[in-house]
């Protein structure tokens, strides 16, 4: 099947600064990826649409200037948490379109901000 | 808006019981709906993908139902085992690909 990674997997960062999370298609092309956010014992909530080439689609109530999404190239999306705060400590998760219908996901990014 | 709600929240049952968890969706209009396995602290295991087309896929102790018209689908688990305790996520595909998932069901079997 398909293979969705994520880079890094745990990453701990102080309060202030910006921590990049990469979530690679590593054997298909993806021009669509999606960015997941999932506080404890919650279920996943979808931050993004990340599209190649464009700009990232954001869902409500999701900061766009502090969760930028960049989808460089049609293997690789990436989430900077900019200025990050001890809130924004949470599991990220991304997946990849693989055409027409099939989703994968990564294996997830458990951020902690001290 | 698509909402997905899952029922029971938790659930501890014996080991063997055959046992029945409950996922429904709002909008009917969806392209796939799959089940998924999480074990605590860890990413998301695919379990079953239904298409829209299809009632029903099966996996070895797992049975996966779906039903567009009434927005609900159901994931059977047979015989169960202490291996399978984990969080049940369902989530459902519409519009623009992306997954709305639904509140998940902590599940316990005990031995």
């Known amino acids: 099947g398909a293979v969705v990674s994520q880079h890094p997997s745990r990453v701990i960062c102080k309060s202030g600064t910006s921590v990049k999370i990469e979530c690679r298609s590593l054997d298909f092309q993806a021009t669509t990826m999606f960015w997941y956010r999932q506080f404890p014992k919650q279920s996943l909530m979808l931050m993004a649409t990340s599209n190649e080439g464009s700009k990232a689609t954001y869902e409500q109530g999701v900061e766009k200037d502090k969760f930028l999404i960049n989808h460089a190239s049609l293997t690789l999306s990436t989430l900077t948490v900019t200025s990050a705060h001890p809130e924004d400590s949470s599991f990220y998760i991304c997946?990849?379109?693989?055409?027409?219908?099939?989703?994968?996901f990564g294996p997830g990014t458990r951020l902690t901000v001290t | 808006k698509q909402e997905v709600t899952q029922i029971p929240a938790a659930l501890s049952v014996p080991e063997g019981e055959n046992l029945v968890l409950n996922c429904s969706f709002t909008d009917s209009a969806i392209y796939n709906l799959q089940w998924f396995r999480q074990d605590p602290g860890k990413g998301l295991t695919s379990l079953l993908l239904?298409?829209?087309?299809?009632r029903e896929q099966t996996s070895g102790r797992l049975n996966a139902s779906l039903d567009k018209s009434s927005g609900r689908s159901t994931l059977y688990i047979a015989a169960s085992q202490p291996g399978d305790s984990a969080t049940y996520l369902c989530a459902v595909a519409s519009g623009t690909y992306k997954y709305i998932f639904g509140t998940g069901t902590r599940l316990k079997v005990l031995a």
């Open positions: 239904i298409q829209s087309s299809q």
């Open positions: 997946s990849a379109n693989r055409e027409p219908y099939e989703q994968y």
